[in-house]
Nanobody, 123 residues
Framework: QVQLVESGGGLVQAGGSLRLSCAAS????????MGWYRQAPGKQRELVAT???????NYADSVKGRFTISKDNTKNTGYLEMNSLKPEDTAVYYC?????????????????WGQGTQVTVSS
């Protein structure tokens, strides 16, 4: 099994910064990609940013130029650096990962989600 644990959320004033981390653990062979999503109260979960093999990244228009996604393959950990935060960035942030695991010499691929971390931006 694979567990994803997010950390780094909190309360910050508008214009401030936060760095979210997503640590993956378990029988991991490799991580093909990681993503960050967020869900504000009363709204659907939306994509924030993704990063895939080769370091290719993709961002929601609303966060381009302010957020940066990265991944440390040696630590199986992903990051979301958030700058110039706005009140509309307030949400629960979730990470997911496309993980290849190994068991009994067989490879398995699946998508895993973390439990979420609250980010609150005050005006």
């Amino acid at each position: 099994q694979v567990q994803l644990v997010e950390s780094g959320g909190g309360l910050v004033q508008a214009g401030g910064s936060l760095r979210l981390s997503c640590a993956a653990s378990g029988s991991i062979r490799s991580i093909n990609g990681m993503g960050w999503y967020r869900q504000a109260p009363g709204k659907q979960r939306e994509l924030v940013a993704t990063i895939i093999v080769g370091g290719f990244t993709n961002y929601a228009d609303s966060v381009k130029g302010r957020f940066t996604i990265s991944k440390d393959n040696t630590k199986n950990t992903g990051y979301l650096e958030m700058n110039s935060l706005k009140p509309e960035d307030t949400a629960v942030y979730y990470c997911n990962a496309d993980v290849v695991t190994t068991m009994d010499s067989l490879l398995y691929g699946d998508i895993y989600w973390g439990q979420g971390t609250q980010v609150t931006v005050s005006s």
